[in-house]
Nanobody
Framework: QVQLVESGGGLVQPGGSLRLSCTAS????????IGWYREAPGKEREGVSC????????TYEDSVKGRFTISRDNAKNTVYLQMNSLKPEDTALYHC?????????????WGQGTQVTVSS
């Protein structure tokens, strides 16, 4: 069965960094665009970043542009989200998801998420 597992979340101070990983089993991520999404209490799910299947195209939500970097290693069946200069408003449960057809408009599979908490 298809499974996506996120890891790398945790508690970090403002200005700190984390690197999230999304590793798949049962599916080749090389066939998919991959997105990172986040959910925070009281807020709707927000698209954070997206990377094309080959890695040649990336998109970012404006609030994270210049701070977050999405990348992928298809040989490891893994997508990463490097998060620098973290802010309290980045606190959320971060999910990765596959998107066969679009640049993260829709998703086919998703993981359970990893919690990122930015607090002093």
């Amino acid at each position: 069965q298809v499974q996506l597992v996120e890891s790398g979340g945790g508690l970090v101070q403002p200005g700190g960094s984390l690197r999230l990983s999304c590793t798949a089993s049962g599916v080749s991520l090389a066939d998919y665009n991959i997105g990172w999404y986040r959910e925070a209490p009281g807020k709707e799910r927000e698209g954070v970043s997206c990377i094309s299947s080959s890695g040649d195209r990336t998109t970012y939500e404006d609030s994270v542009k210049g701070r977050f970097t999405i990348s992928r290693d298809n040989a490891k069946n893994t997508v990463y989200l490097q998060m620098n200069s973290l802010k309290p408003e980045d606190t959320a449960l971060y999910h990765c998801a596959t998107d066969k057809l679009t640049m993260c408009w829709e998703y086919d599979y998703w993981g359970q998420g990893t919690q990122v908490t930015v607090s002093s």
